[in-house]
């Protein structure tokens, strides 16, 4: 399952998020990781939730960040949950087309694995491709 958060700056995405985080955190066994453009959820997140910041990572593209998720999963096979905040942010780039390929691929991944994702990206609503509508 691939959830899609989108609004514009400001909107209150990374508020839902958290929020979504914090319940994901309460009612799954498994492991819940967020991963950051930077380290401001530091203080918003909850102890027992992987926080992670991907600026320390040099995540420059969308397949960097595919191999990053690869690995984090490999080193924790109980990770139930996965919210990246501010893709875009993360990979340097506002190719709509590429995150798109992303969220199908995450998609694919969650079949796979039994891992959740929910995304967000910045952008109004009328910029998303049609195949991103799919994960509204």
């Known amino acids: 399952m691939v959830r899609l958060i989108m609004g514009a700056k400001g909107a209150g995405k990374t508020k839902q998020l958290i929020e ?3 319940a994901a955190a309460e009612a ?3 492991s819940v990781v967020c991963i950051e453009p930077s380290a401001d959820m530091t203080y918003n997140i909850s102890h027992s ?3 992670v910041n991907a600026s320390e990572y040099g995540l420059t593209s969308f397949e ?3 191999g990053f998720l690869c690995g984090l999963y490999a080193g924790n096979y109980d990770i139930s949950h996965v919210f990246v905040d501010n893709l875009c ?4 780039s506002d190719d709509l087309n590429e995150a798109e390929k992303l969220l199908y691929w995450l998609d694919r991944f969650s079949e796979r694995n039994a891992v959740k994702f929910t995304v967000t990206i910045s952008g109004e609503a009328d ?3 049609d195949g991103m509508k799919r994960f509204l």
């Open 20 to 22: 979504q985080v914090h």
């Open 28 to 30: 799954e066994s498994g």
């Open 49 to 51: 939730v992987r926080l």
């Open 64 to 66: 960097c960040l595919r």
């Open 89 to 92: 942010k993360i990979v340097g």
């Open 127 to 129: 910029t998303l491709t």
